[in-house]
């Protein structure tokens, strides 16, 4: 038999160190992590807040967080759908719908820490560049870090919209034009880029829906209907996408707390595992248990157990 090099021994198994639970799941990047919790000594307990962005299938999920030795606890949070009690009842998942999330969240933050009439942000939505720190205020803005956890940085990335809408709500997160859209970096080096506000401003208000939404009427109106069931069910067309967007910017800034959801006066009536509401919907749900109870269900069980074997 050839020789075998033995490449790992006991002693590389005697030192291995399990990666973290949320590492090897794939979930959190923990250089990246470090890096945005880490505290300077000199600032010994002080809070470094962090503006998290995150996109699922369905919406565009905001929070404003700080990390602790028991967890992250989250000050403020917003959801694009959320958006509905402002006026966006679909399409919670575009750039537009992350430049609200973001202002709507802006907006909770400085209410929570009662801010809101000191840091008002950009009122106009240009699309210009915008720093909150440059105004002429008594007390400095309240700052954060922008944590997009996995997701790639890449140009005109939907996080850009988030982050633009939590800058012009007053939040002070440190942040170039260099990845929003209409960005065009310079041809040569040691030249600047050029920064297209109107380009991005069109993003802000869905103009590339709009768009897409008007040349598929054109050309494709079985398409259209399939593609913008939800929007014509909510009588939403081309021409009000940008009317929506610029009431529901309005409401946010006027009230970001939203209104508060219906409760359902439903009462429940119990027949030992059968559960029947009122609304006429019904549920199984076991009863709990006595610790005298389970011993005596497993007792039986064994009696029965047993019976049965001596019968064989």
Do not use: Q, S, W, Y
């Given at each position: 038999m050839a020789f075998v090099k033995v490449l790992k021994t006991a002693a590389y198994f005697k030192r291995f160190q399990v990666a973290r639970r949320r590492r090897r799941?794939?979930?959190t990047d923990y250089y990246a992590r470090r890096k945005m919790v880490r505290q300077d000594k000199n600032k010994f307990n002080n809070r470094k807040y962090r503006f998290i962005?995150?996109?699922?299938?369905?919406r565009c999920i905001c929070q404003c967080a700080y990390a602790t030795l028991r967890g992250d606890v989250v000050v403020a949070a917003a959801a694009s759908n959320e958006l509905k009690a402002f006026g966006i009842p679909v399409g919670h998942k575009n750039y537009a719908a992350a430049y609200a999330t973001g202002l709507l969240?802006?907006?909770?933050?400085l209410k929570h820490f009662d801010l809101q009439d000191k840091f008002k942000g950009k009122e106009e939505l240009d699309g210009e560049e915008y720093h909150v720190e440059d105004e002429e205020n008594e007390q400095r803005?309240?700052?954060?870090?922008?944590?997009?956890?996995?997701?790639?940085?890449?140009?005109?990335?939907?996080?850009w919209g988030a982050l633009k809408?939590?800058?012009?709500?007053?939040?002070?997160i440190p942040h170039s034009t260099k990845n929003f859209p209409g960005f065009k970096p310079a041809e040569e080096k040691g030249q600047e880029g050029e920064y297209d506000a109107e380009a991005h401003k069109e993003r802000i208000f869905g103009n590339h829906v709009k768009e897409y939404m008007e040349m598929l009427q054109e050309e494709d109106p079985t398409k259209y209907e399939a593609h913008f069931s939800k929007f014509i069910a909510e009588g939403i067309d081309a021409e009000k996408m940008e009317d929506m967007y610029t009431e529901a910017h309005?409401?946010?800034r006027e009230d970001p707390t939203g209104e508060p959801a219906e409760k359902k006066e439903i009462t429940y009536e119990r027949d030992d595992d059968n559960v029947k509401a009122s609304d006429g919907t019904e549920h199984v749900r076991s009863n709990k248990l006595t610790l005298t109870q389970r011993k005596e269900k497993v007792a039986a069980k064994i009696a029965a157990a047993q019976a049965k074997m001596m019968e064989e």
């Open positions: 799941e794939g979930k962005v995150r996109f699922t299938n369905k969240l802006a907006r909770r933050v803005p309240f700052k954060c870090i922008l944590d997009v956890g996995l997701r790639r940085t890449c140009v005109g990335h939907r996080m809408g939590a800058v012009d709500g007053g939040l002070h309005e409401k946010i």
